[in-house]
């Protein structure tokens, strides 16, 4: 019995301590450089901040979970070749992979007018 009490404490540890390094915070929001911030006007604001196009919106947190829980590289496939509605390459065909996962990570989180916070800096 008392094996099996300390199987149990373990797989209690371990699954406690699965989440460690993952924040519980609410996302912060995220800035783009002046050459993303291009980027974003040209090729993703047209579908992502106009609600008739059916894809989620720029910032809204709720929309975004369970894409991203999906996981970045799940994301830039459906990026690159196209998802749903979305072109190939979301239209941004000077793009690369950093800029759409940099992008992606600007739409996914709050909005700097609705935060609390400073707004943290572009993930290179």
Known sequence: MKSWTGICAAGFLLAALGGCGESNDPAKPVTLSPARTELYAASCKTCHEDPATGAPQSHDTIAWAP??????????????????????????IECDAEDFLALTRFMAAPSTANANEEPEGETP
């Open 67 to 92: 894409r991203l829980e999906k996981g970045e590289d799940v994301l830039l496939d459906n990026i690159v070749n196209g998802f749903n509605g979305m072109p190939p390459l979301g239209q941004c």
